[in-house]
């Protein structure tokens, strides 16, 4: 089976959000609580010796999902073919009814909610549609800095000089997420 | 059609290639979704390199095309100016309504008490202004004005001491630097050209070193750079200078390139040496001033000077200030005094326009640049030209003017300062102005919300007879309003869009949906209200394509326009990257630079002619009275800067809730000059001056400079009773004057900070 993922490169990330505003826009969400592509700023240090890096997260779409783990009602899948980590809508309680179990056992967010009350989990699905049409996710065509990519691990890995790890984001060996980085030093 | 011709969802979908064109520094590609005559959603470029990618300004447009705010139907003004009562009108009456009252005007007062108030906020080749300045010449003419906001100090000295504005390099260019030095300039936020920061990227990670100057930890600096030299606002000038005396002190400048490209070294290097007024221009010197430790200035001096090619790029954003155009011309000189123009990797700064096609490739009709002879010059005064506006025909050149060189200055005498709108319309004549203004007619433009001194503002708008806003939103103008004509958007009608500044491509905006409500194109409205109001509307009865096919008709570069319309761009082919000045320096014989003396002036004569108080023909630093050492400073403290961030487009798209939850609008602050005022992030604070206060949450944030709040440009203007202004919209705090060279003092403003309640959590406690 091969596993699809992302690479990301923080030492070129600008924070400009484009990506998260381009899936927004793609997957139809309001402004709100739900982002499937969430933007971290890592701020360190005092005037005038700084240093900022952003962190562009999606869902990794983990070896081992915790999520799949913690939804009472099986409603995550993580397919067979590629590893991407889906939601059946119909089979999710709801966040308020279920206590949003997955989010709580999710290191990165990924699981999202809308302001609706007891909203259905969504998340990033990696554009699983536009990937069978045979066209790249819709946050690495919108990067204007090249900073985002997705395809089968193994091939960024090898596409890339990566690092597991990135400034704001550790490695959890156990759940394996589906991510690589070239980090901001 | 029927729902059996519907095989699935896909085949219901056109992609419609269009673009975004609002006033940043880019025009991008979008690819319009449409289904059943409504935008789902949108691509971008992922075509052919290099690829034109919007950034978010263009992906969030959906919500503004289909906003709940857009103005729906023609409205006429109820209540008082700027409280933004409303009447909904048919079009045939708001017609009637402006044709017969500018007819009454004009006939009162004459063609110069109309005000045309142009603006950028809803762009294009043929929509925007563009049609609004045909009518009105059509009319008999109006006042205008002289002055741009984002780069009039950047452009005087552009032509002050390259005699043009066409001094910027290709891009790609930049990785054959061996520095880079982003003066003042946040490329990462500010989109000038869609590839400018993936460039810098590319160049550091080639191993190019790349240093931001910056009062502001930006995002340039965090992400693009290796180095931030943070310096007190305004004092760019005493640095660039300090480098420049390091570097001949040294004896690290290009003394041939100096001799031989150059006029007036030696008078700057005597200011620099402190022969005239006893004060060497030492890195000691501008320490005391900028706060840049000495070592600091010391060390990018020889840097610059002895990596050569190193490409000095000065934003302009330092020259948004009240002595803006002597910031602009130290930068230009220290890229001179290295020999750092007309080479690969060089840069010569100045206004950084790189391409601009008619000047280059329109055969026969080059567009004429440098110094006016005598018959130009008599051209220029002659009673009656062919076309243009009918009130400057005729009109002396403004004596402040660098009026003896073409291109990039507007001298004409009848032209009123963009910034001194409100004191002209308040004082006309007896004020020293051209004209009376009665009227204004208002276009595309905020204009209330960004420009300086808001409140000033507010009285102007409200002592004329009539005023005219085409527009989108109810903007704070718009609420000024007599009869406000609701515009489409560019997703509701075809345009062209080219890049202002100068890189090789077209954006064709092709209408992806019909225009909204009653909405209708700035063109339709013109050519439907030249007709009420009697005279010709010409060009603008023909189609849009028409027009469109007539205007790029002179541009030789666009080999195919059909191509152009199917793809949604056209990028142009160019052999080479380009170079500024590169001709010139090669064959200095047949190529003088377009400057009266053919030279590159680092002493400007014609500035000096001129002698105007304050704007020296060398770029000395000067203070001024909103200045850190000025004595205003003991009432204000803290300088104001109204830098552009990366959620809006000046004022447009304020409105858009995915921007708005990027970066919400908040003051910030230096924890060292919060704490002494007891302001934590979150709390309402109050900034003020003597021209007016706002009042928005602060952000306190080791990201500035300590004795400068950050208030960024373009939040809407919204008072309370008592005048107090919740929207935090920057201009409220800033000077309604210019520069000598006509800059404006966006970033020169005093002011004081001060906590208005704690955030409401942390008020139980």
């Known amino acids: 089976m091969k596993q699809m993922g992302f690479y990301f490169d923080q030492s070129r990330c600008t924070g400009c959000y484009t990506c998260s505003v381009a899936c927004k826009d793609w997957n139809d969400i309001d402004a709100g609580p739900e982002n499937w592509m969430r933007i971290i700023t890592i701020e360190e240090g005092k005037f005038p010796n700084l240093s900022l890096a952003y962190l562009a997260l999606a869902c990794n779409h983990c070896a081992d999902p915790p999520c799949i783990k913690a939804c009472p009602t099986n409603a995550i899948t993580k397919r067979e073919s590629d590893g991407i980590v889906t939601v059946n809508q119909e089979a999710c309680l709801g966040k308020i009814e279920c206590g949003a179990k997955c989010l709580k056992v999710c290191p990165w967010d990924a699981p999202q909610f809308s302001a609706t009350i007891n909203a259905k989990m969504r998340k990033c699905d990696l554009c699983v549609e536009r990937l069978k049409q045979g066209k790249q996710t819709i946050c690495v065509e919108a990067c204007p800095m090249y900073a985002l990519d997705v395809g089968p691990i193994e091939k960024l890995q090898k596409k890339y000089e990566t690092n597991d790890s990135a400034i704001g984001f550790t490695k959890n060996n156990k759940i394996n997420p589906s991510i690589n980085f070239k980090s901001k030093i | ?765």
């Open chain 2, 1 to 765: 059609m029927s729902e059996n011709n519907i095989e699935n969802d896909q085949d219901d979908i056109k992609i419609v290639n269009t673009g975004c064109c609002h006033d940043c520094g880019g025009r991008c590609t979008l690819k319009a979704h449409v289904k059943n005559g409504k935008i789902i959603r949108f691509e971008t470029d992922n075509g052919e390199d290099p690829q034109l990618r919007a950034c978010l300004r263009g992906r969030v447009y959906r919500q503004k095309v289909y906003h709940q705010d857009r103005l729906k139907y023609p409205l006429r003004r109820i209540g008082e100016r700027g409280e933004g009562k409303f009447e909904r009108i048919s079009w045939d009456e708001a017609y009637e309504i402006v044709a017969n009252k500018m007819k009454e005007i004009k006939e009162k007062y004459g063609n110069s008490s109309i005000l045309f108030i142009p603006g950028a906020g809803n762009q294009g080749m043929l929509h925007g202004v563009t049609p609004v300045g045909l009518m009105l010449n059509q009319f008999g003419g109006y006042t205008r004005m002289w002055g741009i906001p984002s780069y009039e100090g950047a452009l005087f000295a552009s032509m002050a001491t390259y005699g043009t504005m066409m001094t910027g390099n290709s891009r790609e260019d930049l990785l054959n630097s061996k520095l880079i030095i982003l003066w003042g300039w946040n490329p990462a936020n500010t989109i000038w050209d869609p590839g400018t920061p993936l460039m810098l990227a590319k160049a550091r990670e080639k191993g190019i070193k790349i240093v931001v100057i910056d009062p502001i930890f930006t995002d340039s600096a965090a992400i693009l750079a290796d180095q931030w030299i943070p310096i007190r606002p305004g004092t760019d000038t005493a640095m660039l200078n300090a480098m420049a005396y390091v570097i001949i002190t040294e004896n690290l400048h290009d003394k041939p390139f100096i001799e031989k490209f150059t006029v007036g070294f030696d008078k700057y290097k005597a200011y620099l040496m402190g022969d005239d007024d006893n004060t060497p221009k030492t890195p000691q010197w501008a320490e005391e001033i900028t706060t840049v430790p000495a070592e600091i200035i010391i060390n990018l001096a020889r840097e610059y000077a002895s990596n050569k090619p190193a490409a000095l790029m000065a934003g302009w954003g330092p020259a948004r200030t009240a002595r803006g155009e002597l910031y602009s011309r130290a930068a230009n000189l220290l890229c001179v005094i290295t020999g750092n123009i007309g080479i690969e990797g060089g840069y010569a700064s100045g206004f950084m326009r790189a391409y601009y096609s008619r000047e280059t490739v329109s055969a026969g009709r080059k567009k004429k640049t440098g110094p006016m002879n005598k018959e130009d010059q008599k051209e220029m005064t002659k009673k009656k030209t062919p076309r243009g506006n009918p009130v400057d025909w005729g009109a002396p050149p403004r004596k402040d003017s660098l009026y003896k060189l073409r291109g990039g200055t507007n001298p004409a005498s009848t032209r009123i300062h963009f910034n001194e709108y409100y004191d002209a319309i308040l004082q006309g004549r007896k004020g020293g102005y051209p004209a009376d203004l009665k009227m204004a007619y208002i276009a595309a433009e905020n204009r209330l919300n960004q420009y300086c001194n808001v409140n000033k503002g507010v009285k102007a708008l409200k002592s004329l007879e009539f005023i005219v806003v085409h527009e989108q939103f109810m903007t704070p103008t718009a609420k000024f309003a007599d009869i406000l004509f609701p515009v489409n958007t560019f997703m509701e009608r075809n345009d062209i869009a080219v890049p202002w500044l100068g890189s090789p491509y077209y954006i064709y905006l092709n209408k992806a949906i019909d225009s909204l409500y009653e909405s209708k194109s700035d063109l339709e409205i013109c050519k439907e209200l030249a007709l009420k109001l009697g005279v010709e509307a010409g060009l603008l009865n023909l189609p849009e394509d028409q027009i469109l096919r007539i205007f790029t008709s002179p541009r030789k570069d666009i080999k195919s326009y059909d191509q152009m319309k199917k793809d949604g761009f056209y990028k142009v082919k160019v052999d080479e990257p380009f170079i500024a000045f590169k001709e010139q320096i090669e064959d200095p014989e047949n190529n003088p630079f377009p400057t009266l003396s053919g030279k590159i002036e680092i002493y400007c004569e014609h500035i000096a002619e001129l002698s105007v108080p304050n704007m020296p023909p060398i770029p000395k630093y000067l203070s001024h009275e909103e200045h850190y050492d000025a004595p205003k400073a003991k009432q204000y403290p803290l300088q104001l800067l109204t830098p552009h961030n990366k959620r809006r487009t000046h004022s447009s798209l304020s409105m858009i809730p995915w921007l708005e939850e990027v970066e919400p609008h908040a003051v910030w602050i230096s924890p060292v000059d919060a704490n002494s005022r007891n302001i934590n992030s979150g709390d309402l604070i109050d900034v003020f001056n003597d021209r007016g206060r706002i009042r928005i949450p602060a952000n306190v944030t080791e990201r500035i400079i300590p004795g400068v709040v950050v208030v960024y440009q373009g939040a809407w203007y919204n008072p309370d009773k008592e005048g107090v202004d919740l929207g935090g919209c920057g201009n409220v705090l800033t000077k309604d004057s210019h520069s000598p060279g006509g800059a404006f003092p966006m970033n020169s403003a005093l002011v004081q900070a001060e906590l208005y309640s704690k955030k409401e959590t942390e008020g139980v406690s």
